[in-house]
């Protein structure tokens, strides 16, 4: 729909009739005449064509003033409306990119794939339904660096993630300096909208946090953490006599995990293959909703130019009249 922002200036249309009914009318007082004793040999005015070309005149007049005044009471168009989400959470992911990583014990269709990439495949979905939330991304080995401040571009956040390499930001865990990070950009927020979902594979090797310090930061500033461990218990590795099974996630801290979802308010949970990771996406999307409350907007157009244009084209037009006229 057309939605006029300033309306009230359409009272400006009756201005040129008011000044012409009270304002005083200009006297020629150097009017001259000639007195001519033989009128006839000058041949009488075409008064038809002098009325007809003053009428004209005064109907451009009128009509470029009318989308002139239509212009400036600015003319909008109004598009449908389109729902928001209203007080969503501000959401931060932290992935670990840590060289263990690259251990490939996830199965994503018929092959064997990195840890790091069962997670892409997964968190991609879980972003994308985290509607009216503002979701940020941490990425951690020896060091923590802020890859995506909070936002509610959810497709950047998924195709920073996605690009994301191991290795990346070190070999080693630093598990403590990425908690501490996420509370450093969370404490500013609401405090009942901050989440933090960590995602590792090890133990904290590195960093100068330490994992239970940074939990107890992470209290004080009501962040709650999900952790959530990553790597299968066992899988079949070829040798010279021939298959045998090992425990890929050996180095698996789980206690340490737990502790630090427990004392934040969090859960830990374990995904040893995709499915187990898909579920714990699944669940978290139930413990951690998205708000149903909503908010409407509609995307507004200009089309004052329309008018305004039009405006100036009679203009001319009339211009051009008088000067050949």
């Known amino acids: 729909m057309i939605q006029l922002f300033s309306p009230w200036l359409l009272l400006l249309l009756p201005l040129p009739l008011l000044v012409y009914w ?3 009318a200009k006297l020629n007082t150097n009017q001259s005449a000639l007195r001519v004793p033989f009128l006839a040999d000058f041949g009488q005015p075409n008064t038809v064509k002098i009325v007809t070309t003053k009428r004209s005149r005064l109907y451009l007049a009128a009509l470029a003033w009318m989308f002139l005044v239509f212009a400036v009471a600015r003319p909008q168009w109004l598009g449908d409306p389109i729902e928001q989400a209203m007080n969503g959470r501000d959401l931060m992911l932290a992935v670990d990119l840590s060289a263990s990583m690259q251990e490939k014990d996830f199965i994503l269709g018929k092959d064997y794939v990195d840890r790091l990439t069962a997670i892409k495949s997964i968190a991609t979905a879980f972003i994308e339904r ?14 923590a660096f802020l890859q995506t401040p909070l936002t509610f571009d959810r497709k950047t956040v998924s195709t920073l993630l ?11 865990t630093a598990i403590g300096d990425a908690i501490g990070l996420a ?17 590792t594979d090890g133990a904290n090797t590195a960093g100068e946090v330490s994992p239970l310090k940074a939990a107890e930061l992470a209290v004080a500033n009501h962040l709650k953490i999900y952790t959530i461990g990553i790597g299968a218990d066992e899988m079949l590795v070829g040798g010279f006599f021939g298959y045998r099974k090992v425990n890929p996630s050996a180095d698996l801290d ?37 708000e149903k409350d909503k908010q409407y907007f509609r995307p507004k157009r200009e089309l004052y130019f329309i008018p305004l244009a039009i405006a100036l084209a009679l203009a001319g037009l009339l211009s051009w009249k008088r000067k050949w006229n």
Do not use: H
């Open 22 to 24: 009270f304002a005083p």
């Open 130 to 143: 985290r509607v009216g939330d503002r979701v940020g991304l941490i990425l951690f080995g020896s060091q």
């Open 162 to 172: 996605d690009e994301s390499a191991i290795g990346l930001a070190g070999d080693n």
């Open 183 to 199: 509370v450093k950009r969370l404490r500013n927020e609401s405090q009942n909208s901050r989440v933090l979902i960590l995602l």
């Open 254 to 290: 789980e206690k340490m995990l737990i502790k630090i979802a427990e004392s934040t308010g969090g859960y830990y949970y374990r995904a040893k293959n995709l499915d187990d990771l898909n579920n714990i996406y699944m669940r978290l999307d139930e413990l951690e909703p998205v």
